[in-house]
């Protein structure tokens, strides 16, 4: 590349897209690692972006309206803590950036969200970033046709590499924005035809303009390190009534010796190279050293939206009270004073009504009557709206004509469909749900995680939770997946037993402000075992007794969801026999860990035998059996220990060993 | 849809597609569960697809040479077993047909790899039949370079559905398989415009044959009920140089009340409108009866190969004994003689050089020597290949002009590749291992989920396997993956101390033949632990006594990968101050657990306190901390209970405290 040539033409759009670089070379070479070569790419693009186009405010970060930008190829992360520094980001301090990827910095390898202000998202993982940004660009239409124009009228922008953009992921995410004319949404490719392993042909040859534009996209082809082509590009992009991608050609590392190369990917730390780089920019200053005049003129650029703030304050004031008082609470991740008193009846109801119903039948009645106390949710399904039960009459279908529907036909997109769907709660005032079968955690699985990670409450409603499938067989049976969530840290997993376990599920899912649900439900219809109407929500605290041992007690039965009432079952054929025994509920494990221990042991007191019931693998039981003062010689569990079968369901329970009498025959053997 | 038409125009091929439909109606109804309308609505297809060019011959279904037809579409599963029953694969007997999704029958809701001859994989998971169909076509190519087109040079044919191709996983797939230009592939699009939530509109408006198009394909659109049609589309297709779709417009359970709507896609079981359709098709037998012409045109299909399969064993008797012998060891999974000679002598080598490695590193080490031993080996990574060290100097690339090659570059797409080398593995002749981080088990889970399902031995090599990768942060740093792996049933997770169990653990992988295995290695170096040569395989026992107590054995450190070092450090702090300490190595817990009682209480006898050590979370330990003969009240673990964080690894083990002194001072406390 002729930088001179760059230099010239651009004067000072050059010195600050500099800036950007020359802050990449010393923070990674400070740190001894890290990415440069995509910021060196992409600080022109970034650099228009933010100049000219970007609605932001550095000193009000957390402004409801501002455009948001999403750094998909989150390696580059030096690219996005360089414009928030220049920018004028408070915590974003220049000792912040010289702490790059240290010990209780804010500037993390890859963008933590919650670290600072102005990351949007939690990047890293290839292609989350710009699946999140489809939910992004469905809570701002979904906000927009609720709270009008004047209150909710913003793009959404993300930078995505070619990672992303071969991840599979980021074919959901772009069909779903296709299918859905998200015209706020413009994505900005960096076409540098370089990946880890060498160049991208490596490994893909794919038509990515013809991908776009197969999927509904607008597509426009640029130099990516022209400024008037960039700028051109990104105001035709936002006239479109579909969304956009942007091409960018580019060259990574720019203008340093691993320019064009995969070496350019990584950390370059060759002190010498960067030195010729900086010189080749012109760059004159000491590490970490941006001259004054290039920082007022991107302080200046962070101040920018400071106007258009305030008009905007100025017209959220005008909105009626009300108004401005839920979307507060709803960008606050706060529930209406009605929930509560919602639940309560409900529960009542399902207590005295007994009925026998299937955990996603319930959570459907339950959700019947929360969601119209709760504007924020929006629901949604993998294609088994049905199965599910995650649609209620009242929402209405989120279309192109209908943005103020409140649920997603998703597709056969699980993925995508849970990227989206931490998309709309990071974007804040929207409460997201969405259901797939259990056992499709499997594709679900990173950006659950990374709801976990992020502290962010989406909420994953898996129905079909056990080889009480039937007879679609073992590759629809979960055996291992609440396992799997269970293992994985700030999730909290609720395996609800009925209806009224069911709807205390919801009521902390939607209450919930900084860690993820996984409601685990049923397909086969379930007994109310909840006898006696609680106002208090027992499951908010992980286990219950449920039943107590009529005299001495010998035996503890724990069991969750279907199996409770297996072991309702149990208890009445060991009583009948003599044999005394409480029953454990223990909806949701995390919660009842984090109670004290005096309530643990109240709960699971020492001295009977114990036996955990649950229709899959043991692993995360132990700790219940045999620990909190259990004891090996004197526990059993009664689960799988292998895939499911193809049969009808109650079969499979016979077969399986998953019953009253297999129970009832394991606490004999104990005693 | 005017069915006499349909059936005038071509009355052999409509009785011989009528009797799938006919039978598919039959075997749901009894089931009163299925999915009718897939079956039903690519009848035609499959027909022509069978009569005219599918290489087979049912009375020998496993030929090596045999073209392979994958359904991807695994719900349409009564579109298979009618296929192989019609055409007299033994097993499929009309018993079986009739025993549909029941208990201990082989004809499962989704067809599982294992159960019948002719079912070349489990599909169900949508995406996966098509993204193991790129493993087999790499296999063929892959295998016809290596023993030559007189053994090797079929077909691999897959029908899926828009649910197939909505999902990520087939971006990857057809993305993948238009790079590397594999000609021998052929897709058949069930474009019928129907999912379970409605059309396929509700969710995708997705231009198909411009998505394939932009993916290197070559792309046919036909009018899926048209044989003739169907017929020069595939003749078409055979002569490409590049993968093909064709486009069957379909109509889904054509001919019944549910045709074109998603009550269609599932259990039609409604006796008056089952029986108008079969009147409509001019069927008049009674339920599973085909009538005998109509059987004997079918099986005439079934034993059309047989001739072509003779010829091939001809062919396949004047190659060279070597060849042959090595092609049937390859095929049967056997390994060669010569491994377990040369894992001993690496081994040797190792404990001798006792070098500080990572054991991603010493992974490479092993496979350089393991991979010229077993030809029938192919690695790879997904975009990652300089970190996993998976490639080795004698492999070559494969790529469109050296099949020979036997590397490939997966690009950024690890459930693409997961899936893909469970098509290599399925088709037979190969050993698939490839490299990802360890936290893109996420990405990979599906995949690897199947492996274990189907008990096909890939192995996933999951490097950067803790907190010990250091700056990349949380998003990178796996806490749970060990957890989920291992909650898998039929999966061996193995996390090797050093060089000599890495090596090990190698061996195992390569001499399953029924269990996929997960490498777990780390990005940072450790020293050798195993100080004294083995001829024996350690690992293969799952966990053995590495360092025993001197003195009165009251400490038991139970480690595994990274955390064998430290619990040696520990344990002789603990030695100088007189506490006696064995250390154990558990490399594979799975494999623990298989071994006898009398064994694993030799390793973990009651008495001692025992400390868990793995920088992971708890969630899988206390089996070994609490049970067998463990103890609650002297039992503890040192690892993690929440995400990691952005900063150097040594940092962050101090941080964390996965320290010896941590391990020590727990240890007292417990004493």
Redesign the interface.
Known sequence: MDLTALRTAHPDHWSKATAIRALTLDAVAA?N??HSGMPMGMADVATVLFEKHLKFDASAPNWPDRDRFILSA?HGSMLLYSLLHLTGYSDMTLEQIKNF?????IT???P?YGHAAGIET?????GQGIANSVGFAMAEESLRAHYGKKIVDHYTYVIAG??CL???????AI??A??HRLGKLIVFWDNNNI????PV????????P??F????WAVIEVDGHDPDAIDAAITKAKKQNKPTMIACKTHIALGHAAQDTSKGHGALTNSDQNAAAKAAYGWTTGPFDVPNEVKSAWEAIGSRGAAARAEWEERFASVSGRKQAEFNRVMAREVPKKLSATVKAFKKQMTESAPKLATRAASEKALEVLNPVLSETIGG?A?????NNTKTSDLGVFDVDNRSGRYV????????MAAAMNGMVLHGGIRAYGGTFM??T??A??AM??A??MKIPTTFVMTHDSIGL???????QP??HL??S?????TNVFRPADAVETAEAWELAFSSTETPSVLSLTRQGLPTVRAEHKLKNLTAQGAYVLAEAEGKRQVILIATGSEVSVALEARDMLQESGIGCRVVSMPCMELFAAQDEAYRRKVLPAGAVRIGIEAA????W??WL???????KKADFVGM???G????AN??FE?YGITAANVVEKAKALL
């Open positions: 740190a690692s890290g989150g990827r240290q010990w209780g910095s993390a390898g890859h933590e939690t990047t890293g993982p290839l070619d990672g071969m991840e599979g992921v980021s074919q959901e069909t779903l296709g299918r990946t880890i392993d060498g042909t490596l490994a893909d040859t794919t038509d990515q013809q991908r534009k197969s999927a509904g399904s294609d088994l709206t049905g199965s036909y998703f597709g056969i997109r699980e993925h995508g056992c499709f499997d594709y699985r990173p995680r990374l976990a990670l039937g007879e679609d067989g073992p590759t629809h055996v291992e396992a799997i269970r293992a994985t840290p700030n693998v043991r692993q995360g132990d700790q045999l620990g909190e003062r259990g004891n090996a220990d292998d895939f079968a193809s049969a009808p079969v499979l077969k």
